[in-house]
């Protein structure tokens, strides 16, 4: 199982960026699938996290009105735009993939770093 994550970068506070994870060794569809960061010093925090099927959509407080977060099953990938970036969002932002259920179980990814300048 391999969740990669890429899209992450350097940029000045107000600008944008698309995060993507892409899925392999799972049937991605039946997954909810979430983004989560982690800065320096702080506890790993829930970014946006989807439904299954994509229909459901949860944020934090903190990012509501400027992140999206959405997913295309075909291509077994997950998607996170962030726009108007603040200098708080700089993290480590990590994809998580959680099956429930019976035999639940939860997959990470590596992480990518996103540094936003002020």
């Known amino acids: 199982v391999q969740l990669v994550e890429s899209g992450g970068g350097l940029v000045q506070a107000g600008g944008s960026l698309r995060l993507s994870c892409a899925a392999s060794?799972?049937?991605?569809?039946?997954?909810?699938m979430g983004w989560y960061r982690q800065a320096p010093g702080k506890q790993r925090e829930l970014v946006a996290d989807?439904?299954?099927?994509?229909?459901?959509?949860n944020y934090a407080d903190s990012v509501k009105g400027r992140f999206t977060i959405s997913r295309d099953n075909a291509k077994n990938t997950m998607y996170l735009q962030m726009n108007s970036l603040r200098s708080e969002d700089t993290a480590v932002y990590y994809c998580k993939a959680v099956r429930s259920g019976m035999g639940s179980i939860t997959y990470w990814g590596q992480g990518t770093q996103v540094t936003v300048s002020s």
């Open positions: 060794g799972i049937t991605f569809s039946i997954y909810r």
């Open positions: 989807i439904s299954s099927g994509g229909g459901i959509t």
